[in-house]
């Protein structure tokens, strides 16, 4: 078994409403900031023991459909490195 950190990044679909976001996005731009746009986004990062990168990714990925993302509202994203 190999250690992995898995780092599942976890947003917003396009389209639903994110009031943080957009709180932040008028901060910003009140700052002097020129934004096109800005999305917020959640980032778990999960230490664990697989087989192999493969396998880590697939557990990470079943993590994030299971509980840390509803389908419904949210995309995520799955990066797997070895420790």
């Known amino acids: ?6 780092t599942v990044t976890v947003r917003l679909k396009r389209g639903v409403l994110d009031p943080e976001a957009e709180t932040t996005q008028q901060a910003l731009e ?9 999305r917020s986004a ?5 230490d664990l023991e697989a087989a192999d990168a493969d ?3 697939a557990r990470a990925d079943e993590m994030a459909e ?3 993302a509803n389908p419904t509202i ?3 994203e799955v990066a797997v490195a070895e420790r």
């Open 1 to 6: 078994m190999t250690a992995y950190t898995a």
């Open 30 to 38: 009140r700052l002097g900031f020129e934004l096109e746009d800005l």
């Open 42 to 46: 959640d980032r778990f990062e999960v």
């Open 55 to 57: 396998e880590a990714e």
């Open 66 to 68: 299971r509980l840390l």
């Open 74 to 76: 949210h995309d995520y």
